[in-house]
């Protein structure tokens, strides 16, 4: 997708790890969205990745240095006209120069011209990470005002592992696309010490070996809520029907299929949570009968499918609430939304309900949501489309203002 005018603005910036290869998948995530991303690499960037990859990718001219294109006084017109400097990887030696305010390449002098908000996503070896100068110089980092990501746990480049891995390319674009939103301050801890357990993706109801009911739920609303609780300091679990998307870092994910085994591993979770929120589409029933070997068609008429009521999850817990624990639901309508919404409040009993309108190409398998958000006190608050992340804070901001209470 080509960034239309009045794109949000960013400048990549990818100075010289191996994690380099990953910021391509980055760029393109961002610009498929509509973001209008400038890359600048440092000189020892281009040794994993070349300038070439990143024009195409792009679509604007790269340099690194300041020399390159002078009449247009690049070392100050990319800081001061960015929406964001976002900056995967950020080696230490990239940070340590940004500690001092060098200005002695086209990256170093884009962070000290940028007044928006600056990412910066390091990456490197466990030991280089830990090394006090790089302690230190993130500490400075972060006292300025730049947001400095913890690098995620894994393998590294060699045979060892141990903590300095770039985070995945989807969740460093759901920061940036946060960031962009909110600002730097809007992503405050406030949920640090809290639990909160979140219901994500469809269930799948089995009528045999091969063949399921199920839904069109991708869980991705679930994966912004538990990255967006995350980021704000929250102790996470995640509990996933059929999502095919990777582990959020930092949460505990626990995978079902089935209703029921979704009702077992959410009853079993929330009984300790400051905050549930069941954001799954599970099946309301499942067929009477789960056959242990492949139906055949045989050359007779199908028999009619039976189906049973499944237990009501987020009833059950609204039901069992805690005094302070908040219980969120998620409504999927597809017509008269705040009707049908008001209705399932009441009789769901959960504090927050989230009114998804669903059909064709609105609310399922997309990165963009818009919903309005009702309470028991007559709250309607229209959450705009936007990303999935944008309603995700929101919700927790509600969540954050009802447990400090
Ligand atoms: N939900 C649940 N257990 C079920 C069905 C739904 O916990 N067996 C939860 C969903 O996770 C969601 C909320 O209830 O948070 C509303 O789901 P929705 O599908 O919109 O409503 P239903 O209760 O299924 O009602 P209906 O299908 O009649 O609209």
């Given at each position: 997708m080509a960034a239309g005018p009045g794109a949000p603005r960013v400048v990549l910036g990818v100075s010289g790890g191996i994690a380099a290869y990953k910021a391509c998948e980055v760029l393109r995530l961002l610009t498929e969205s509509g973001h209008d991303v400038v890359v600048v690499p440092t000189e020892a960037a281009l040794n994993f990745v070349g300038a070439a990859t990143w024009e195409a990718l792009s679509g604007h001219p790269v340099s690194t240095d300041v020399w390159s294109d002078a009449a247009a006084v690049p070392h100050v017109r990319l800081g001061q006209s960015a929406d964001l400097v976002l900056v995967a990887p950020a080696t230490a030696d990239l940070m340590a120069r940004a500690v001092h305010g060098r200005a002695d390449d086209l990256l170093a002098a884009t962070l000290l011209t940028a007044r928006c908000p600056v990412v910066m996503a390091p990456a490197m070896h466990t030991e280089m990470w830990e090394h006090p100068a790089t302690v230190?110089?993130?500490?400075?980092?972060?006292?300025?005002?730049?947001?400095?990501?913890?690098?995620?746990?894994?393998?590294?480049?060699?045979?060892?592992?141990?903590?300095?891995?770039?985070?995945?390319?989807?969740?460093?674009?759901?920061?940036?696309?946060?960031?962009?939103?909110?600002?730097?301050?809007?992503?405050?801890?406030?949920?640090?010490?809290?639990?909160?357990?979140?219901?994500?993706?469809?269930?799948?109801?089995?009528?045999?070996?091969?063949?399921?009911?199920?839904?069109?739920?991708?869980?991705?609303?679930?994966?912004?809520?538990?990255?967006?609780?995350?980021?704000?300091?929250?102790?996470?679990?995640?509990?996933?029907?059929?999502?095919?998307?990777?582990?959020?870092?930092?949460?505990?994910?626990?995978?079902?299929?089935?209703?029921?085994?979704?009702?077992?591993?959410?009853?079993?979770?929330?009984?300790?949570?400051?905050?549930?929120?069941?954001a799954a589409a599970v099946a309301d029933f499942r067929p009477a009968v789960r056959h242990d070997t492949k139906v055949k068609k045989g050359g007779s008429d199908p028999e009619p499918l039976v189906l049973v009521r499944n237990a009501d999850i987020l009833a059950e817990i609204s039901a069992d609430k805690r005094p302070g624990q908040v219980v969120v639901g998620f409504a999927a309508e597809t017509n008269d939304v705040l009707a049908n919404g008001r209705a399932k409040l009441a009789s769901k009993g959960c504090d927050l309900l989230v009114v998804n309108e669903v059909g064709d190409r609105r609310g399922f398998e997309t990165a963009d949501n818009e919903a309005v958000i009702l309470d028991a006190d007559g709250l309607a608050l229209e959450v705009p489309r936007g990303p999935k992340e944008a309603l995700a804070d929101t919700v927790w901001d509600l969540v954050s203002a009802r447990l400090s209470r």
């Open positions: 230190d110089n993130v500490a400075a980092l972060r006292r300025r005002g730049i947001l400095v990501l913890d690098p995620a746990v894994g393998r590294l480049t060699g045979s060892d592992s141990g903590r300095g891995r770039l985070p995945d390319p989807v969740e460093l674009v759901a920061v940036a696309r946060r960031v962009l939103a909110r600002g730097v301050d809007g992503l405050r801890p406030d949920l640090s010490g809290r639990r909160v357990v979140i219901s994500a993706g469809g269930t799948r109801e089995p009528l045999d070996p091969v063949r399921y009911l199920g839904n069109r739920s991708s869980g991705r609303q679930g994966w912004a809520l538990a990255q967006t609780a995350l980021s704000r300091g929250a102790e996470v679990v995640l509990v996933a029907a059929n999502v095919s998307l990777g582990d959020p870092a930092g949460a505990k994910v626990i995978r079902v299929g089935t209703a029921a085994q979704m009702h077992d591993a959410m009853r079993a979770e929330a009984a300790a949570a400051d905050a549930v929120v069941m």
